[in-house]
């Protein structure tokens, strides 16, 4: 009987981390995962300071530019980096 044990828990060991490994992850953490949203808003707080978010703003955000959004990464940070806007500092996407 402890034969039987010792040989099951030497299977387990050897079989759980192959099925981990080939698990679906919730998300990638790797350096090189980038995320791409479908619209993105440049938006300035009551402070002055301008970010990009993925989420349609509320509250004390104001929107800038497109009220729509950006389809675009790029054309939000452009409409931030513009000298249209009201922005005193920038917060970067981290």
Not at 49 to 56: I, M, R
Not at 72 to 77: Q, Y
Request: net charge neutral; hydrophobic share 40%; aromatic share 6%.
């Amino acid at each position: 009987m402890k034969q039987y044990a010792i040989a099951c828990l030497l299977l387990a060991s050897l079989t759980v981390p192959a099925l981990a490994a080939t698990m679906p992850d919730a998300g990638d953490t790797s350096a090189n995962y980038s995320y791409a949203a479908k619209t993105h808003w440049a938006v300035v707080d009551t402070v002055g300071n301008c970010a990009v978010v993925d989420e349609q703003p509320r509250g004390d955000l104001k929107i800038l530019g497109n009220k729509n959004g950006y389809d675009s990464l790029p054309a939000a940070e452009k409409e931030i980096k513009s000298g249209n806007s009201a922005c005193k500092g920038f917060v970067s996407r981290a």
